[in-house]
């Protein structure tokens, strides 16, 4: 899988083996305390159909640098990643706190924005004081909470050990700093109505539940909403088939 260099700092993408030059390139960005791994289902089962580009975010996975504390600090770092990659536009798929900066990065650069992919994710998120003190003084219960909480239906178990070293292993000023960037961040003034959007929520999710992904269904005019049954937060792992087949719509339908 290739590196690059951003500001000095490596940043480890995986991209599709193959480059479809018929379709804009889809981005996926992580959620919060995560890496590019979340998304293996997508690399998988879209990379015949279109190119598919995973980047693990600064300060997560086997990117160096820091993370940063808002989501618009990454949505400008992501141009230049685009940059790099010499993307002129492209569609961009965010989960969580990757929804945040989809969503930052559509209203800053909408001539880059081919359309938005957004999973489990909203105009803003509820996070508690407790679990912030939580992360801080029991990192392991903290993930424990959060591991317990994102996971539903079949196959939980399996993704929930996953998910568990995951978020140990990128650690736990990561995973406190992308709280920090999801307690701040605010999408209900954003401009960017005009955009394609699919919006995606498992049916089960407790972290950002359903009515969130309805309040950003109502306020994007051209959006089309779906709310996966037997799945919870991270629904493009627990149910990857779906989540593949609607994005495949979904540029199939918007493409110019």
């Known amino acids: 899988m290739p590196y690059a260099t951003i500001n000095e700092n490596r940043v480890f993408y995986r991209k599709s083996k193959k ?29 015949d159909f279109i190119t598919v580009i995973i980047p ?17 600090d990454y949505a400008g770092w992501l141009n230049a990643f685009a940059e790099h990659l010499n993307l002129s536009s492209f569609y961009l798929a965010g989960h969580s706190l990757g ?36 992360l801080q003084t029991d990192f392991k219960a903290a993930i424990n909470i959060s591991c317990e909480s994102a996971y539903a239906g ?22 406190y700093k ?25 049916q089960e999710d407790r972290i950002t539940n359903p009515e969130l992904s309805r309040q950003l269904s109502k306020k994007i005019e051209e959006s089309t909403l779906h709310i996966i049954p037997e799945a919870g937060h991270m629904v493009m792992m627990e149910a990857p088939e779906v989540i593949n087949r609607a994005i495949e719509s979904f540029v199939i339908s918007k493409r110019v």
């Open 99 to 134: 929804g945040a900066v989809a969503q930052e990065f559509a209203t800053t650069y909408p001539k880059k924005t081919e359309g938005l992919i957004l999973l489990g994710t909203g105009l803003c998120f509820d996070i508690s004081k407790e679990y912030l003190e939580l």
């Open 154 to 175: 079949k196959g939980s178990e399996e993704l929930y050990k996953k998910g568990y070293e995951m978020l140990l292993e990128n650690g736990k000023n990561t995973l």
């Open 19 to 47: 480059t479809n030059i018929t379709k804009k390139p889809i981005i996926f960005i992580h959620g919060s305390g995560g890496d590019g791994f979340v998304w293996e289902h997508q690399l998988n089962g879209l990379s």
């Open 178 to 202: 992308d709280m920090l960037v999801c307690e701040s961040f605010d999408g209900s003034e954003f401009l960017f109505s005009k955009k394609p959007c699919l919006i995606l929520c498992g």
């Open 56 to 72: 693990d975010l600064p300060g997560h996975g086997k990117s160096e640098g820091l993370c940063f504390g808002s989501a618009k």
